[in-house]
């Protein structure tokens, strides 16, 4: 850094200028006329990469960041480790982070190009991986931030190395391009995104709380299903009483209940597809990323362990509960993680649903044994109770359920939409307040080329 400042002491105020702006035939784009190209480092009061640091294991009062505490959403101070003493004390005050430093990420697949800014008063280092950028009062630190967040693809693919580990150069990222407008005109600009932002997290908000609900709305519908509140309005039309429901246990609406086969399944490249509980947590059957066992083995289970269309798989351990109907004529076998529920007296889609219920839910998880892992037991499961109708009303309660979580499913995925749409306003905002296109400008304004001639100065008045 030194040198750097140095060279700019050297250099005559035009000298330095020719070198802070960007020519013209290299600009990204055009900007407004008050605004000028630059590079990053002409818009710095500082700017440097952390050390690699000598870690304690015990927690000191000499904090680190790394890699994994930049999360996107802000520095997460419950990921960030502990510096030895001896290390720290070595350090100069420069690389400690101060209020309002721009910290980016610069190794690694997964978090390269992903920054935040520094909005604590804590005495800390970062590790000898993110770069900090110390703007003060040369150009918003909060701008930069957001220039960072629009422009994470690009920076992501300026980075050096191998797919799989990729890094940034700190001297090749300082010459980044970057568009500087006037002092006012940052703030006018930083305040206009916040208040946009802060409309779009609002909104962004009451989307994700129509999606989180989704799981509430379900299991109250399916309350109301299984407890006959779903077709009271039929039972009297048709003359049914609720006296006509029972229980019965599944081992007796069932041909058979059994989990996988307890042998290790001799595996190949080709053959029978053998799932997995990853193949059925969606509550759907899915045949990507399947295993394969050969054809024998297939061949040689019997057919209690033999999945066919309208059977019901139900998962057993660890994420236990979920039942998925067979869709599928596919012939394929499954892990001892499962069970396979051969409806015999019940609708298979009834008692895919009733499966669904909170209280079945409940049922598993007390027969549930085991510690580390849950594990519903076989038998326990062949002994669950159900409530239990005639064949017309399991019909009638499977078509209101359909045709109510068909809507509900729509609501969510337009939710889901939703989300996606907010994203893409924000990344637009901030595509267009780099251009200059939030109609916060004003062209009467003094140019940047003077704030970098005030730079200029200031830099050579330290010396």
């Given at each position: 850094m030194?040198?750097?400042?140095?060279?700019?002491?050297?250099?005559?105020?035009?000298?330095?200028?020719?070198?802070?702006?960007?020519?013209?035939?290299?600009?990204p784009?055009?900007?407004?006329?008050?605004?000028?190209?630059?590079?990053?480092?002409?818009?710095?009061?500082?700017?440097?990469?952390?050390?690699?640091?000598?870690?304690?294991?015990?927690?000191?009062?000499?904090?680190?960041?790394g890699?994994?505490?930049?999360?996107?959403?802000?520095?997460?101070?419950?990921?960030?480790?502990?510096?030895?003493?001896?290390?720290?004390?070595?350090?100069?005050?420069?690389?400690?982070?101060?209020?309002?430093?721009?910290?980016?990420?610069?190794?690694?697949?997964?978090?390269?190009?992903?920054?935040n800014?520094y909005k604590?008063?804590?005495?800390?280092?970062?590790?000898g991986?993110p770069?900090?950028?110390r703007?003060?009062?040369?150009?918003?630190?909060?701008?930069?931030?957001?220039?960072?967040?629009?422009?994470?693809?690009?920076?992501?693919?300026?980075?050096?190395g191998?797919?799989n580990?990729?890094?940034?150069?700190?001297?090749s990222?300082a010459?980044?391009?970057?568009?500087?407008?006037?002092?006012?005109?940052?703030?006018?600009?930083?305040?206009?995104?916040?208040?946009?932002f802060?409309?779009?997290?609002e909104?962004?908000k009451?989307?994700?709380?129509?999606?989180?609900?989704?799981e509430?709305?379900?299991?109250?519908i399916?309350?109301?299903?299984?407890?006959?509140?779903?077709?009271?309005?039929?039972?009297?039309?048709?003359?049914?009483?609720?006296?006509?429901?029972?229980?019965?246990?599944?081992?007796?609406?069932?041909?058979?209940?059994?989990?996988?086969?307890?042998?290790?399944?001799?595996?190949?490249?080709?053959?029978?597809p053998?799932?997995?509980?990853?193949?059925?947590?969606?509550?759907?059957?899915?045949?990507?990323n399947?295993?394969?066992?050969?054809?024998?083995?297939?061949?040689?289970?019997?057919?209690t362990?033999?999945?066919?269309?309208?059977?019901?798989?139900?998962?057993l351990?660890?994420?236990?509960?979920?039942?998925?109907?067979?869709?599928?004529?596919?012939?394929?076998?499954?892990?001892?993680?499962?069970?396979?529920?051969?409806?015999?007296?019940?609708?298979?889609?009834?008692l895919?649903?009733?499966?669904?219920?909170?209280?079945m839910?409940?049922?598993?998880?007390?027969?549930?044994?085991?510690?580390?892992?849950?594990?519903?037991p076989?038998?326990?499961?062949?002994?669950m109770?159900?409530?239990?109708?005639?064949?017309?009303?399991?019909?009638?309660?499977?078509?209101i359920?359909?045709?109510?979580?068909?809507?509900?499913?729509?609501?969510?995925?337009?939710?889901?939409?939703?989300?996606?749409?907010?994203?893409?306003?924000?990344?637009?905002?901030l595509?267009r307040?780099?251009r200059?296109?939030l109609?916060t400008?004003?062209?009467?304004?003094?140019?940047?080329?003077?704030l970098?001639?005030?730079?200029?100065?200031?830099?050579?008045?330290?010396?």
């Amino acid at each position: 850094m030194a040198g750097r400042k140095k060279a700019k002491k050297e250099l005559t105020q035009e000298e330095w200028l020719e070198q802070a702006l960007v020519p013209e035939a290299e600009w990204p784009y055009r900007v407004p006329g008050n605004w000028c190209w630059t590079r990053i480092e002409f818009c710095c009061e500082d700017f440097f990469s952390g050390k690699s640091p000598k870690y304690s294991k015990e927690p000191t009062p000499y904090r680190i960041i790394g890699q994994q505490a930049n999360q996107r959403y802000g520095i997460d101070l419950k990921y960030i480790k502990y510096g030895t003493e001896e290390f720290t004390l070595k350090q100069e005050d420069r690389y400690f982070l101060k209020y309002n430093d721009v910290v980016l990420n610069t190794l690694g697949t997964g978090s390269i190009g992903r920054s935040n800014i520094y909005k604590y008063e804590h005495r800390m280092l970062t590790d000898g991986h993110p770069f900090v950028f110390r703007t003060g009062s040369k150009y918003s630190p909060d701008l930069l931030y957001y220039y960072f967040q629009v422009n994470e693809t690009q920076i992501i693919n300026s980075a050096n190395g191998s797919t799989n580990q990729k890094f940034l150069s700190l001297r090749s990222f300082a010459k980044y391009c970057i568009p500087l407008p006037p002092l006012i005109e940052q703030e006018r600009i930083v305040a206009r995104i916040e208040s946009l932002f802060n409309k779009l997290d609002e909104a962004k908000k009451k989307t994700q709380a129509v999606i989180d609900s989704f799981e509430l709305r379900k299991s109250a519908i399916l309350h109301k299903a299984f407890t006959g509140e779903l077709t009271e309005q039929w039972r009297k039309a048709h003359g049914v009483g609720l006296d006509s429901w029972t229980d019965k246990t599944l081992e007796s609406v069932c041909y058979s209940i059994f989990d996988g086969d307890h042998m290790p399944p001799p595996k190949c490249n080709t053959g029978i597809p053998f799932l997995v509980i990853s193949n059925v947590n969606t509550g759907y059957l899915s045949f990507n990323n399947t295993r394969f066992v050969p054809e024998s083995y297939y061949n040689a289970l019997s057919d209690t362990r033999k999945p066919k269309y309208g059977d019901i798989l139900y998962t057993l351990v660890g994420s236990y509960g979920i039942p998925v109907v067979v869709d599928s004529e596919k012939p394929f076998c499954f892990q001892r993680h499962m069970a396979l529920l051969k409806p015999k007296d019940v609708e298979a889609r009834y008692l895919w649903y009733i499966l669904q219920s909170k209280a079945m839910l409940q049922k598993a998880t007390e027969i549930a044994t085991g510690t580390a892992q849950l594990t519903v037991p076989i038998r326990g499961l062949r002994k669950m109770k159900i409530p239990y109708v005639s064949r017309v009303e399991q019909i009638e309660i499977v078509r209101i359920l359909d045709i109510l979580f068909v809507k509900e499913r729509k609501v969510r995925e337009s939710a889901k939409i939703v989300l996606k749409q907010i994203d893409l306003i924000k990344k637009s905002i901030l595509a267009r307040a780099f251009r200059g296109e939030l109609g916060t400008n004003d062209p009467a304004e003094e140019s940047a080329i003077t704030l970098l001639r005030k730079i200029w100065k200031e830099s050579t008045q330290n010396f």
